[in-house]
């Protein structure tokens, strides 16, 4: 028996996303004449906030479910989140978009526009090089920091890691904030950092000390405690959970913890007698997708547990024998018998067929694959183009696993999955997404229930520091109160 757990846990430590260093983007050719998305960003100048004594804070909590804070509320937990409904708006139709991988949506949240704009996708293959190509901080468009950093405007951040090169460690009006050195860099950490930072206290970055004599006008947090719980696999001082169950209360155990923390950060604003001053922004990048056998020793019998990636092989196969599939992982090219190029991070599937095939011919495999009982949902090239999808990503089909069924195990698809968390997916559990604006200016909408894109937070963050994002294509929030005169 213990032979057999040593063999289970080491196939679930198998996958581990992991960031690659920066590799140049490489511009594609729109081949297909198909139209991106049309958003008009708000023209009207008078939207934007023309005060220069307001204070902006965007959370970001890495891997924030939406079903992970009703299961809290469930239990009467987060009780300073719950509180917050009342003094703005609860998203309760907050979705994330393509490819709900952290590096590409951090951009695309701070750029308030999609992947046709940002140019990060986490993978794709590049048919001009015959390549998978991995990103990894790639963003194209503008961003917040970009814009503050050009404009003046005091800006602190916590270890929000896409603005770190921006950023200075150690110049006050754009800095960069990490933990003291040698301390756990968990939620606790960073929280504190900033807590100490409003309270115009020092703080130990790193190993300097810094004292910010003002309150930065824009003051970011990020934390990934909850995304690592998700995954379940282990970070920080955290332990893994051996069930599903136990893996959603390791989660909302730390979400109460932090939960204190914006208590704690709200108060500091108050004591500091800045927070009527002081817009609030808090969401995440994407949720999480239990996938894999429920329990460990279900990994075995489970019809979760082992990847997908060959049947789907057999399946193209079976619609036209000309489909030769081959899975490819990053940095690497195809063989040159492949003719339909497989891409993914675990979840869904990124399809591009070497050989061009029409919006027609795409629809007639969608419909087929949608038979199989493990693929959930099928988009097809034009269908991910409007969803704001890359067009240099290439992608012809994006096969989404259902239930709990994943395409892991390039390497080795006899290999075993269980209790484990990943997002790259349109289910749900990563689509429906926690987010929350509230304080200054903000209406008090409490509940909203409106469909919205996480993208619209960077553009509403941008209207009330006083500025349009260049790039911007999600719609503007109609939240704010119009300022008196
Ligand atoms: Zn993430």
Redesign the pocket.
């Known amino acids: 028996m213990k032979k057999l757990l040593l063999i289970i846990t080491l196939m679930m430590g198998i996958f581990i996303t992991g960031c690659v260093d920066d590799e140049p983007y490489i511009p594609s050719n729109p081949d297909d004449g198909e139209d991106d998305p049309i958003v008009v960003p708000d023209p009207d100048p008078t939207h934007l906030f023309t005060e220069t004594d307001n204070y902006v804070v965007y959370i970001n909590l890495?891997?924030f479910a939406r079903y992970y804070y009703d299961f809290a509320v469930e239990k009467g937990k987060t009780q300073t989140l719950r509180s917050l409904k009342s003094e703005g708006v609860l998203f309760n139709n907050l979705n994330t978009l393509f490819p709900s991988?952290?590096n590409p949506?951090?951009a695309m949240i701070i750029s308030g526009a999609s992947s046709s704009q940002t140019h990060n996708v986490y993978r794709y293959y590049d048919k001009s090089t015959n390549k998978v190509v991995q990103q990894a901080r790639e963003n194209a468009a503008e961003t917040l920091y970009d814009v503050v950093v050009e404009k003046k405007i005091p800006v602190v951040s916590v270890r929000h890691f896409p603005g770190e090169s921006v950023l200075s460690k150690t110049d006050l009006n754009k800095l960069y904030v990490t933990e003291k050195t040698g301390v756990v860099a968990d939620a606790i950490a960073r929280f504190d950092q900033a807590i100490k930072i409003v309270k115009g206290g020092q703080i130990t970055s790193g190993s300097t000390n810094i004292t910010v004599a003002n309150v930065p006008r824009f003051l970011t947090i990020y934390c990934?405690d909850l995304?690592a719980l998700g995954h379940n696999q282990s970070a920080y001082n955290y332990g893994t959970a051996s069930s599903e169950q136990a893996r959603i209360e390791n989660v909302i155990n730390a979400l109460e913890i932090i939960d204190g923390k914006i208590k704690e950060l709200i108060d500091a604003y108050k004591e500091r007698g800045i927070y009527e001053k002081t817009t609030f922004f808090l969401t995440?990048?994407?949720g999480m997708t239990p996938f894999g056998a429920e329990t460990l020793l279900g990994g075995l019998t489970s019809k979760y547990s082992r990847s997908k990636w060959p049947a789907l092989r057999d399946k193209l196969k079976a619609i036209d024998s000309s489909f030769v599939f081959e899975y490819v992982p990053q940095n690497s090219s195809p063989s040159s018998k492949t003719t339909v190029v497989g891409v993914s991070a675990g979840l869904q599937m990124q399809l591009t067929f070497k050989k061009s095939l029409t919006e027609k011919e795409l629809q007639a495999i969608k419909e087929e694959l949608l038979k199989e009982e493990y693929i959930g949902y099928v988009f097809t090239r034009n269908e991910v183009i409007r969803k704001g999808y890359w067009r240099g990503a290439n992608v012809d089909l994006m096969i989404v696993p259902s239930e709990r069924y994943h395409f892991h195990g390039q390497s080795n698809p006899s290999g075993m999955y269980a209790v484990r968390g990943q997002?790259d997916t349109y289910h749900e559990t990563s689509r429906e997404i926690y987010g929350i604006i509230w304080g200054y200016r903000v209406k008090k909408l409490g509940d909203y229930d409106e469909e919205t894109m996480v993208t619209s937070f960077g553009v509403a963050m941008a209207e009330a520091l006083g500025f349009n994002l260049k790039h911007a294509n999600a719609p503007r929030l109609d939240i704010f109160i119009p300022k008196e005169n």
Do not use: E, F, P
Request: charged share 35%.
């Open positions: 890495d891997g991988i952290t949506v951090q990934d995304d995440t990048d994407h997002h």
